[in-house]
C-alpha cells in the first residue's frame, strides 16, 4: 500500500531550525506532486507549501516565504522541508501529502495521499 512517512520534527527554541523529511514507498513518487501541511492546536488543516514532480517549480504561503524551503529527492523518493527562523506560531503538526499534479498546489482535496504527521514545537 502507499505509504508516506515523516520524520525529523521535534522542539526547538524560537529562532532555531528543524528539517523535516518524508519518505514515500509503494507508488510512482517521480510522478507526483508533494506538498507539506500543518495543523495547529485548535485549527484546520493549511498549506504550507508545495513542489512539482520535478522539484523545478516550489509555492509558499506568506507566513513561511524565507524562512521555509521545500525540495525533493526522486532518487530516494523523499521530499523535505528546511524551517529556519523557527517561530511558536509554526508549532503544529506537519503532514506531507501527494497529488498527481501541480496546477492547484495549495487545495488540500486534490492531495491523494498522506502520512501521518510529525510534531514541531517551538518555545519562546
Known amino acids: 500500500q502507499v505509504q508516506l512517512v515523516e520524520s525529523g520534527g521535534g522542539l526547538v527554541q524560537a529562532g532555531g531550525s528543524l528539517r523535516l523529511s518524508c519518505a514515500a514507498s509503494?507508488?510512482?513518487?517521480?510522478?507526483?506532486?508533494m506538498g507539506w501541511f500543518r495543523q495547529a492546536p485548535g485549527k484546520e488543516r493549511e498549506i504550507v507549501a508545495g513542489?512539482?514532480?520535478?522539484?523545478?517549480?516550489?509555492n509558499y504561503i506568506d507566513s513561511v516565504k524565507g524562512r521555509f524551503t521545500i525540495s525533493r529527492d526522486n532518487a530516494k523518493n523523499t521530499v523535505y522541508l528546511q524551517m529556519n527562523s523557527l517561530k511558536p506560531e509554526d508549532t503544529a503538526v506537519y503532514y506531507c501529502?501527494?497529488?498527481?499534479?501541480?496546477?492547484?498546489?495549495?487545495?488540500?482535496?486534490?492531495?491523494?495521499?498522506w502520512g501521518q504527521g510529525t510534531q514541531v514545537t517551538v518555545s519562546s
Open positions: 501529502a501527494a497529488r498527481p499534479g501541480t496546477k492547484t498546489w495549495y487545495a488540500l482535496a486534490e492531495y491523494r495521499y
Open positions: 509503494r507508488f510512482s513518487f517521480n510522478n507526483y506532486a
Open positions: 513542489i512539482d514532480w520535478s522539484g523545478g517549480t516550489t
